[in-house]
Every structure is written in C-alpha cells, then in structure tokens.
C-alpha cells in the first residue's frame, strides 16, 4: 500500500494519497487548501490515476482544494457535514475569521465539487473498496464536527511511501483520523457543530474499538499509534474515565 503525505497547506492540514500498488488509482484523503498542485504532480510522478476523494469531515481546511483536484471523479463526505460544502466559512470559522483565512489562501474562489456523494452506505457497515484495490471502513466519531469520521484500513506500507513509519513487511492495521485525535491532543469542540460530550464518548467509543497497535495518520501533525494514545495521551484518560 502506498501512502503519501503532505502538510504544506492552510493550518497545516494532512493530504494523504492512498493507492495499491498494483491497481495505481488513488484515493485522496483530506484537500487541503494549497494541495491541488502536490497531489497534480505526485500523482503523475507515481504514475497514479485519480480514483476518488475522501474527505474526513467538512472543516474549510480539510475540503478547500477537492473541486480542483476532483475534477469528474467522486468527492465523498459523511453526510452529517455534507451542508458545510455549501458555504465552508459559514459553518467552520467565526466571522471575524474569514478574511483572514480567505487572504492567507490567497483569495481563491470557493467551488463546490460537482460529484459530491454521501459515504457510501457499505462503508458504516464493512470494508469497502473505495478505489480499485483499496478497502476502507467509515466509524463515525463526532464531536469535532458533527459528520467527523474516521476511516480503517489495512496493508503493508510499501517503499513508495513517503510517511516515516518502518513496518519491516507486516499488515499494518491503519487509521486516518482527521481532526479526531492528534498526537497527544485532539480536535477542537468549540467551533459550530463540535460538542465536547459527543467527543468525548467517540474517543472511548474508539479505546474500546480500535486495536492498540493501529498507526494513526491525523489530520494535523505526525503519525501516532493508538497504543500511544491511549497510555500517554492526558485527552484520552479524561475521555476513559468521564
């Protein structure tokens, strides 16, 4: 599995590209704004074709660039955050916030994507293959936002990837948390839409579901591992004894 990563984007969001080795059609996880030319070049430098995007919740800094990059292809959001796509500042910052963000992105023009589709059902309820030969689960996990999710998946990370994790050839057991949890921290509950409770049983919700040696790529910052979390994290032990 490859699994490419970026970070050179507004707030420092995570883009990751995923794709199998084999198929080379890649899924898109997270657009952040400044990503469309990344994601453009590394596609073709790994010789990848664009499959889909998949978008962990609908905060402006996580979305911004999925029209440019999409093009035709599906842009998939959980559906609880799908009204964010409407107007991403609206419902992401405050308004004393959005010239700012909108200047520091360089006052490019919003563009809804023109497939943009719900989760799929299959992937609440099992793997599913997302893009050819890439299977992903959805777990809801709100609190950040109400639509927050994340996504499970296995594979062994190949030597095409550009994500600093060593896996000597094993089936790693991988999540992609978005603004869930961070390395030792986890996405904010004041912003419209988040609530502190709901996060708090989705991240215990996640203790009890998620095995310990799961890598986890958030959507700020370095990769983690629940193990990690869970022992060292001081937002993980309010969630497990609240």
Known sequence: MIILNYDQTFIQANTYI?????????LVIDTGAGSAQWIKDTLAEHQLSLGAVLLTHGH?????DSAAVAGDAPVYIPAPDRYRVED???ASLPDAARDLALARMGAQAWKVPSNLLDLPQEMLSGSFE???GVYMRALPTPGHSEGST????QGTISDESNVPVVSDGRVESIM???DVIFR??????????GDEQE???SLRLLVNVIRPETVIFPGHGGHTTMFYETRYSPYMHAAMSS
């Open 184 to 193: 030792n921290g986890i996405g904010r509950t004041d912003l419209p839409g």
């Open 150 to 153: 994340v996504f499970l998946t």
């Open 176 to 178: 992609f948390a978005g």
């Open 199 to 201: 996060m708090m049983a």
């Open 88 to 90: 991403p500042f609206k």
């Open 60 to 64: 402006l800094d996580h979305i911004w």
């Open 130 to 132: 997302i893009v050819k």
């Open 18 to 26: 995923v794709a199998d080795d084999d198929a080379r059609e890649a």
